[in-house]
């Protein structure tokens, strides 16, 4: 959860000078949300720096991509979300071989449990 | 009136849709397009870990699932044993009293035998046929009587053999249940615990996917604000008004609860 409420969104994407179309599409994405959540910001937030981008390009005001710090801005953008994808990606690779551990285990233990419970019919009989 | 045509569309980039790793490709007019890049690459990155979430908790959800069913069906067996037992207890009940039955049955026979012999030999010698047959009596009495205590004794048995093996089922259901709820609780313990790993993992991944994102951009937006100032007639205002908006919503209170 986030500490917006879907209200707050609302009345601040109300108060922005957006073109109508831009407008009626974030407001209806947050209408249907059933709450607001980060990944809802994200979409929101993909949204204005585009409609942003296009604010800056409309009056000839672009990113010039041969800047040496743009590029390294870039890079560095792209290298922590590489990071970022390759920690998840050990770490989800990780619990994967716990849950399988987990589920041999089990799968072990009720394997003895009828064992068990094949010894106990015998004795018994 | 929008300010400077915001929300115009720009042109359709020559790039590839959720390229799983970041490549620097090029729009129509062959121009690199780190921008569009960029987006691509945060999206795909987002996309590839909710879907690795989702994974795990399939592969979670359904391990319990496949575990629950294997262990209702340990527990089944379990419980199934001890049942064919009583069954064979009973059976063997029935059989002894069959026996002990039979047994009399024998006994009966011998003593008619003995009666008859005892008739067989009225003629000849009176007196001691009728001692004969008095033995013979005796004899078939005592070997029926002998029978019924048989019987009754091999009942008696049997039945404390079923209640026996009935106590031993109760035992038998009670410990496979405990031993079966043992096990898928520890399962779902540990299963619930890497979920919240999972999930940890997910929050961590997609936050710092979403603060590089907002830090590259707010980078631009900080130069192209620079550059616009610099222009005349630019409605300054309006842009400031995205460029916050953009920053309250990327707020870690805000955007990585």
Redesign the interface.
């Known amino acids: ?4 409420t879907k209200e707050d969104l609302l009345s ?1 994407i109300e ?8 407008r009626s599409e974030l407001v209806s994405e947050v209408q249907s949300a059933s709450e607001v959540t ?2 809802l ?2 979409s ?3 949204k ?2 585009k ?13 010039d ?1 041969s800047d040496p710090m ?2 390294k ?2 890079n ?3 290298e ?6 390759k ?3 050990k ?2 690779t990780a ?2 071989k ?2 399988d551990k ?2 041999v ?3 072990d ?3 003895d ?2 064992k ?3 010894k ?2 015998i004795n ?2 | 009136m929008a300010f400077f045509g915001l929300g115009k569309k720009k042109e359709a980039p020559g790039v590839e849709v959720a390229a799983p790793k970041a490549e620097i490709s090029k729009t129509e007019t062959g121009k690199l397009n780190y921008e569009d890049v960029g987006r691509q690459r945060a999206a795909a990155a987002k996309e590839a870990i909710s879907s690795g979430l989702t994974s795990l908790r399939d592969k979670l959800g359904s391990g319990l699932g496949w575990l629950a069913r294997k262990a209702e069906s340990a527990v089944y067996g379990a419980l199934a044993a001890p049942e064919i037992t009583v069954d064979a207890a009973k059976a063997t009940g029935r059989a002894a009293v069959a026996g002990a039955e039979a047994v009399g049955r024998g006994a009966a026979a011998v003593g008619h035998e003995a009666a008859a012999y005892g008739s067989a030999i009225k003629a000849g010698a009176y007196e001691m046929a009728s001692d004969v047959r008095s033995v013979g009596y005796d004899v078939a009495t005592g070997v029926k009587h002998g029978a019924e205590a048989v019987g009754r004794g091999a009942v008696a048995g049997a039945k404390r053999s079923v209640e026996a093996v009935g106590s031993a089922t109760a035992f038998a259901k009670e410990k496979a249940i405990g031993a079966k709820d043992a096990v898928i609780a520890t399962a779902e313990r540990g299963y619930q615990s890497l979920q919240e790993r999972g999930r940890q993992a997910y929050e961590s991944a997609r936050n710092r996917v979403e603060a590089a994102k907002d830090s590259f951009n707010n980078w631009r937006n900080e130069r192209n604000m620079q550059k616009a100032s610099e222009l005349l007639g630019v409605n300054r205002d309006q842009i400031v008004l995205l460029k916050r908006f953009l920053e309250d919503l990327g707020r870690p209170e805000n955007a990585n609860a």
């Open positions: 959860m986030t500490q917006f601040k108060a922005l000078d957006l073109d109508e179309s831009i980060p990944e910001i994200s929101i937030k993909d204005i720096q409609a942003l981008d296009d604010a800056f390009a409309a009056v000839g005001v672009t990113d991509e743009y590029k801005k870039f560095e953008m792209i922590e979300i590489d990071s970022a994808e920690d998840y990606n770490e989800m619990i994967n716990e849950a987990i589920k285990t089990a799968s233990q009720l394997d449990l009828q068990q419970a094949a106990d019919k018994s009989i």
